[in-house]
């Protein structure tokens, strides 16, 4: 494994919660990141939205994190989960690196995240953590979408290789969580990323399960077949989940004290499970928790009244554009 890791992080930011998430996810990288602390991150804003304050810039400025922001040209823009594949195809032309890597704003890096350092045999890593909208074959409920999408964007279903889920270990074909993975510059992974999401879109192809919501992760699997570039698997550690269903008596303790990465998706910013989360935390990482209880949950209006109220009125527009768009889907 080489010493320093060439790798840079991206992640996504807009004014709001988002910003104070996304600092707090940068800040505990350079902390307890390792080896990748002091890697280059870019922080993309993909779409109009109101500016990111002050305080989000001063923050930039003090961890040194790159800031490109532009106004994303696609019909969809008002879909948030194209900020993901629209921002790494940006930074694709910026960065310098052998590898990048996606970071969700509502992950904690707890220790360094060895994996990330992709070995010879790799060109993409991510983490299976769980079935969800993924199918485990013919039988399965979600195999008819799948079949239906792979045909859309020019691959079979067969295409997809097999993988096991991290949590259950079921055996399902390809699907990853999308909240972090890392691929190799050279493949131009991100373009092809970016086309597979805007396919999806046009073919108003819709999970009967979950709508066009996770179409990052599906785009994501279907790019990687399309590509047949190598794959490699992330740890459980990688991506360790914690939500406000994980009670105190339900989390795993060894899993959790293995975790380099902590996916806690709304455990900061829910003020009723604040507590709950820095107990559970406190048991196998006190220092990001003592960290934490220093600088509190997360509030949803901690921004200024001119930018709420501007906020408010581009999710309107997204929000009637979404509808619009929803009731021409097909579910399958």
């Not at 199918?135 to 999408?149: F, H, I, M, R, S």
């Not at 055996?171 to 890392?182: E, P, V």
Request: aromatic share 12%.
């Amino acid at each position: 494994m080489n010493n320093k890791p060439s790798i840079t992080f991206v992640c996504c930011v807009e004014s709001g919660s988002l910003e104070i998430q996304t600092i707090r996810m940068i800040e505990s990288l350079r902390r307890w990141g390792g080896k990748f602390a002091n890697a280059p991150i870019y922080a993309v804003t993909p779409r109009f939205t109101p500016p990111i304050s002050k305080t989000t810039r001063l923050a930039f400025e003090k961890f040194q994190v790159e800031y490109l922001s532009f106004q994303s040209q696609s019909e969809y823009s008002w879909n948030k989960f194209l900020n993901k594949p629209s921002a790494l195809a940006a930074v694709e032309k910026h960065a310098t690196t052998e590898c990048i890597s996606w970071l969700d704003s509502d992950l904690l890096i707890v220790d360094e995240p060895y994996e990330l350092n992709l070995n010879e045999t790799e060109s993409f890593i991510a983490c299976t953590s769980d079935k969800h909208l993924a199918t485990t074959g013919a039988e399965d409920p979600n195999e008819p979408y799948w079949k239906e999408v792979c045909q859309y964007v020019g691959i079979e279903i067969e295409d997809l290789p097999w993988t096991e889920t991290k949590i259950t270990e079921e055996r399902i074909r390809l699907y990853w969580n999308s909240g972090i993975f890392a691929y190799r510059r050279s493949t131009n992974f991100a373009e092809q990323y970016l086309n597979t999401f805007l396919q999806l879109c046009d073919s108003y192809i819709a999970s009967h399960k979950t709508g066009f919501y996770f179409n990052d992760q599906v785009a994501l699997a279907l790019a990687a077949a399309k590509t047949k570039i190598p794959l490699g698997s992330l740890s459980y550690s990688h991506n360790y989940n914690v939500n406000v269903n994980t009670t105190k008596e339900s989390y795993n303790l060894q899993e959790m004290k293995a975790a380099k990465i902590i996916h806690y998706h709304g455990a900061m910013t829910d003020l009723l499970y604040w507590d709950t989360f820095i107990e559970i935390l406190s048991t196998t990482h006190q220092y990001v928790a003592d960290w934490l209880i220093e600088l509190g949950p997360i509030q949803k209006n901690q921004t200024s009244y001119s930018s709420r109220l501007v906020r408010k009125f581009v999710e309107y527009n997204r929000s009637r554009k979404q509808k619009a768009y929803s009731k021409s889907l097909r579910e399958v």
